[in-house]
């Protein structure tokens, strides 16, 4: 295993009617911007819930932050941030609240153009505006990291960045709040945080026998949940374990002292850029393809999938290897989720998608830097 320092300051409220909860999180003097999207938390009754727990408290608030949420839209809270004198921000909705709301943190109290959190490996930063996060679709795990992910539509980017400064101070997940996700956002939701942990699982076998068990345990619960979530079920508990899971993905701990790969979600937030589809979509159309053609150097972590996740021991390696994608996609295709980028009628420029991601470091991608340009439109190819 390798050395790691593992931090995770968050705290988290998980459970039925926590958000009433929040007055004990909040000091009664702190001025709040409340953050949210196109309007799925004033439907669902999750607004009504803060809208109660902070009462006496002094509230503005920043609606429209879209799905993958936008620079321009967000340097517009950033200034009521500044004017305001904005102590918390509290972000109520998905990955894209949480991340837009984690940029907005830091972009306030950073002198520099803002683009360079996105973009520039060496920017200093300080501080950052507290964070609180009510989340309402288990996917990303932006509730519990400190990762976050900005578009800037007006020059087509999709970028990443990750900063201590922006842990939540604390996160409430109610599995009651995502009664209301549509079919789309369900099926995004399981398929995110499986290839989240396939990320950091299916890299080197470096005999992480506690990382290991734990990345399958939250495979398997998302392929034991998956289909009874896509359909809607409205049980608490089933809810429960796939938001948990979800959680889990990618809070950090199934990832220390072990090698990340992150390949699939570069080349997915490209796709993303440039033809619009969801981020989950992207994941699903890649993730297959890349192990493939990434098959040697992951057939040791392939085999573990195959033989502890899918259950295929009885096979020759190589078999159990091409039946455990097999067998993913098949997973995929059950949760009524696609697989091809001809699927959703692309074709795709991979010269453009390969000059974009390759655009602001020119590093390989993939946990042996040995995903290339090449090895990038290769993958492309087979996923078309
Ligand atoms: O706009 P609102 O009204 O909030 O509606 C949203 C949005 O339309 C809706 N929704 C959310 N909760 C709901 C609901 N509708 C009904 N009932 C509810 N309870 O769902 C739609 C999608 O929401 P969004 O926040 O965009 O989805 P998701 O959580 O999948 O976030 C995707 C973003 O997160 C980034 C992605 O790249 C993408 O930009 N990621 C962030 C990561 C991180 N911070 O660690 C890691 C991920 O790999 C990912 O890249
Ligand atoms: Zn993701």
Known sequence: MHNFTYYNPVKVLFGKGQIQQLGQLISPNAKILLTYGGGSIKANGVYQQVEQALQGYKVIEFAGIEANPDYDTLMKAVEICRSEKIDLILAVGGGSIIDGSKFIALAAKYNGDAWDILTKADAIFTEAIDLGAILTLPATGSEMNSGAVVSRRSIGAKQAFMNPLVFPKFAILDPETTYSL????????????????????????????????????????????????????????????????????????????????????????????????????????????????????????????????????????????????????????????????????????AEKIVANLFKYSSSNLGEHQNIDATAVKEILAMAQ
């Open 182 to 349: 549509p079919k789309r956002q369900l099926q995004n939701g399981i398929v995110d945080p499986f290839i989240h942990v396939t990320e950091q699982y299916l890299t080197t076998d470096i005999n992480s026998s506690i990382q290991d068990g734990f990345a399958e345990a939250v495979l398997k619960t998302l392929i034991n949940v998956g289909q009874d979530i896509v359909n809607g079920t409205q049980d608490y508990d089933t809810r429960a374990n796939w938001m948990w899971a979800a959680t889990n993905a990618l809070n950090g701990i199934i990832g220390i002292g072990v090698d990340h790969d992150w390949a699939t979600h570069m080349i997915g937030h490209e796709l993303t850029a440039a033809y619009g589809l969801d981020h989950g979509q992207t994941l699903a159309i890649v993730a297959p393809q890349l192990w493939r053609q990434q098959s040697n150097n992951k057939s040791a972590k392939l085999l573990k999938f195959a033989h502890n996740v899918w259950g295929l021991e009885n096979n020759h390696p190589d078999v159990a290897i091409k039946q455990a994608i097999i067998k993913t996609e098949e997973f995929f295709h059950s949760l009524g989720v696609k697989t091809k980028l001809a699927d959703y009628g692309i074709t795709v420029d």
